[in-house]
């Protein structure tokens, strides 16, 4: 299986995580809302296949160029 690495283009936090380890997703449907600047970012799937990890909690301090989510497909 192949891996994607989703990464936090933005310095900020992760303000709603709108998928579960599990859960199927499609690309271009967004994972995870972050927050920057008090603007909200979806953080979207670059290949469909399943969560396979979350690295961060809901209202963490994220980084940019963190990963947030591995997509297995």
Do not use: F, N
């Not at 690309?27 to 995870?32: K, L």
């Amino acid at each position: 299986m192949a891996k994607t690495e989703l990464m936090s283009p933005v310095t900020g936090t992760a303000w709603k995580i709108e998928h579960a380890v599990g859960d199927r997703v499609e690309e271009g449907e967004a994972v995870m809302i972050l927050e920057s600047m008090k603007m909200e970012i979806p953080l979207e799937a670059t290949a469909s296949g399943v969560v396979a990890e979350i690295t961060v909690e809901q209202g963490a301090s994220i980084e940019e160029d963190q990963v947030l989510c591995v997509i297995e497909s």
